[in-house]
């Protein structure tokens, strides 16, 4: 399968912990995309990243929130000190120009 | 937020035609109608893009009107599997350093029935 892959699918933690999701985009991508999506919305951007660099950052991402995309190819986003409304399905995007290809997404649920 | 009004649900019965409507009254001129769809607990899934003709690929048809202020995405032949969360979306073209993330509104969801 050569789509956008994120790891893990599904992630309950406790309210106060950390998590780390995983996205490996489609080779040779050089744009990367996190988004947000709670449940009947429709997803939010949380970040941008072109090649290694991260580009913009939206105003959702607070402070306990990091994301990074070493060497320009897979990116992690980090959530510290979980609260409950940080659940949510997170999303994460490959594009090499017009259109973006969406994985799977990482479900969290925060108890 | 999203430059884009969209019902929030539509039904269609199977085997026939599905047109989504999408309003864009704003849209700049280097802006892009983009379509994307969203089955339950799946990650969005791109159909089609235009930026003042129309469009067909093996999915959908694309329809602008001529001035650009509204758009009908066509499933000509809905199926069950057709049923989901469907987006209308205007975006920058990506060129000239545009990076070209997505704002997604709340879309319309197409119900098809048998």
């Known amino acids: 399968d050569t789509g956008v892959s994120q790891d893990p699918r599904h992630k309950i933690t406790k309210r106060g912990q950390n998590v780390t999701f995983r996205c490996d985009p489609i080779s040779e991508h050089n744009r990367l995309y996190w988004y947000r999506q709670t449940l009947g919305q429709g997803p939010e951007f949380l970040t941008y990243?072109?090649?290694?660099?991260?580009?913009?950052k939206s105003r959702l991402l607070s402070d306990r929130f990091s994301a990074e995309r070493p060497k320009g190819s897979f990116s992690t986003l980090e959530i510290q000190r979980t609260e409950q409304g940080d659940s949510a399905m997170y999303l994460c995007a490959s594009s090499p120009n017009t259109e973006a290809f969406f994985g799977q997404g990482t479900r969290l649920t925060v108890v | 937020d999203a430059k884009t009004t969209q019902p929030p649900s539509m039904d269609c019965a199977e085997g026939r035609a599905a047109n989504l409507p999408c309003n864009h009254s704003t849209i700049s001129g280097n802006e892009y109608v983009y379509w994307y769809r969203q089955i339950h607990s799946q990650g969005p899934q791109y159909i089609i893009h235009g930026l003042k003709n129309n469009e067909t690929n093996e999915m959908a048809s694309l329809i602008i009107t001529e001035d650009r202020k509204s758009s009908t995405l066509i499933l000509p032949h809905a199926t069950l599997r057709d049923t989901a969360v469907y987006y209308c979306i205007v975006r920058v073209g990506l060129y000239g350093g545009s990076q070209g993330n997505l704002i997604f509104g709340k879309g319309t969801k197409l119900s098809v029935k048998p």
């Open positions: 990243f072109q090649n290694e660099a991260q580009l913009e």
